[in-house]
C-alpha cells in the first residue's frame, strides 16, 4: 500500500499449518474442541474462555457476562472427528470475513490435524502479524491435551 493502491495481497490472508498429534483422532478433536472453547488462552494475557456450541449454525464467542461478549464465528461445518470449520469475523472488529477450517485424519501412532485459515477485508498490520503466532499457540495447546489425555 506503499504507492496508495491496495492490492488484493493487503486484502486477503492465508495461513496453514499441519499439527501432528499422538492421541487417536477422538481425543484430538475433543482436546481441539475444549481448546478452542473454555480452556481458551492467549500467549500474552492468559486465559480467555470462549463458548464453542459445536453443532451447524452453533456460534463461537467470548462470553464476557451480562449479555456482554464478542461473536467470533458460526459453525460452518462439523463432522465428528474428522472436520470442524468456521465462518466470520474471529477477533476482527472490522470489515473482514474468515473461514477456519480443521481437517484431522488418522495417520501412524496418531492424528493429522490440517488446518487452514483464509480471510478477505480490510486486515490490520497488528493482526496480519500477531495471527501466526496465535493460531501456533492454540494448536500447541491442543495438541498437549490430547496426548495428556493419552497417557491418562
Do not use: C
Request: hydrophobic share 40%; no cysteine.
Amino acid at each position: 500500500m506503499g504507492n496508495g493502491k491496495i492490492t488484493i495481497e493487503d486484502l486477503t490472508l492465508k495461513i496453514t499449518d499441519e499439527i501432528h498429534v499422538r492421541a487417536s483422532i477422538a481425543t484430538t478433536f475433543e482436546s481441539l474442541l475444549e481448546q478452542l472453547g473454555p480452556l481458551n488462552e492467549t500467549p500474552d494475557r492468559g486465559p480467555m474462555p470462549m463458548k464453542l456450541e459445536a453443532w451447524p449454525g452453533g456460534r463461537w464467542y467470548r462470553e464476557l457476562g451480562g449479555e456482554n461478549g464478542h461473536f467470533w464465528a458460526t459453525v460452518q461445518a462439523i463432522k465428528r472427528p474428522t472436520l470442524l470449520e468456521f465462518y466470520g469475523p474471529l477477533f476482527m472488529s472490522y470489515p473482514v470475513s474468515s473461514n477456519v477450517q480443521y481437517r484431522l485424519s488418522e495417520e501412524p501412532g496418531g492424528t493429522l490435524i490440517k488446518f487452514r485459515h483464509l480471510a478477505l477485508g480490510l486486515i490490520e498490520d497488528d493482526h496480519r502479524k500477531g495471527v501466526v503466532g496465535g493460531w501456533g499457540f492454540i494448536h500447541a495447546r491442543a495438541k498437549a491435551l490430547a496426548e495428556n489425555r493419552r497417557l491418562n
